[in-house]
């Protein structure tokens, strides 16, 4: 097994510590479940070719990277598994967060953290993954609807603090990660939020739409009753707008 967080290595200040993970891993010099922090981002990326951008020191921002030996097919149990171990994670905070698929992690609407897996493959092996987060510890980002674990509590953390939490609850449930695939597709539904609700989709093409997502399916794809049918959406496909609250 994978002891996440064998190596820590903390930067002030880094392109992205995705790139910096890879970069390590492409050098032959990576150990399975190293983890990357940093201070500040001058590059960082979501996902969809987004940027993550955050106020120096006083957000968590962090790569691991990780041998899962996971077959391609089964990849997306990292997705799932990482989400639903933040969500962990903000409880012991005290923080009630939602997953919004396809692994963003929401409170009441507003976005506190995101999630950017990134694989290396060999054959039909995942060879190494890339597991990067943002989570917002003090400070919110102007540009979206967001919080941080700040504005939800009142009480200041320390990046690090945070990140000892995600590991030692990352480290605690393997056994969820490699496990019973249909229980962790589950928990991965339970946790998440807007479910059994109409809400309205926009798609990358063609006209929007209302429908009810009911779940994800063994791809991970979102699983949206569209007049009565079920419909499969990959995550470039379509997004959905969040109902006012
Ligand atoms: C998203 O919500 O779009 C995903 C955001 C992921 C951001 C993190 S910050 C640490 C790691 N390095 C990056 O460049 N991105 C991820």
Known sequence: MTKFGSVLIQLATVDSTNNYAANLIQQGSCQDGSVIMADYQTMGRGQRGNSWQSVSGENLMFSIAFQSRLSID??????????????????????????????????????????????????????????????????????????????????????????????????????????????LKRSFEEGMEWRNQLLQFEK????????????????GQLQVEVNGTMQSYGNQEIRFLLPRT
């Open 74 to 183: 089964q990849q997306i149990r990292i997705s799932w598994y990482s989400a639903i171990i933040w969500q962990q994670c903000l409880l012991r905070f005290g923080i009630d967060a939602q997953i919004k698929w396809p692994n963003d992690l929401y409170v009441r609407g507003r976005k506190i953290g995101g999630i950017l897996i990134e694989q290396q493959l060999n054959g039909t092996t995942l060879d190494w993954s890339i597991l990067g987060c943002g989570i917002n510890v003090n400070d919110t980002p102007d540009l979206v609807q967001a919080t941080s674990i700040y504005q939800e509590t009142g009480q200041r953390f320390k990046p690090l603090t945070v990140l000892t939490e995600f590991l030692d609850l990352l480290n605690g449930q393997q056994n969820l990660l490699f496990g019973d695939f249909f229980k």
């Open 204 to 219: 990358k093409e063609g006209p929007s739409f209302e429908g009810i997502i009911r779940g994800v399916n063994e791809q």
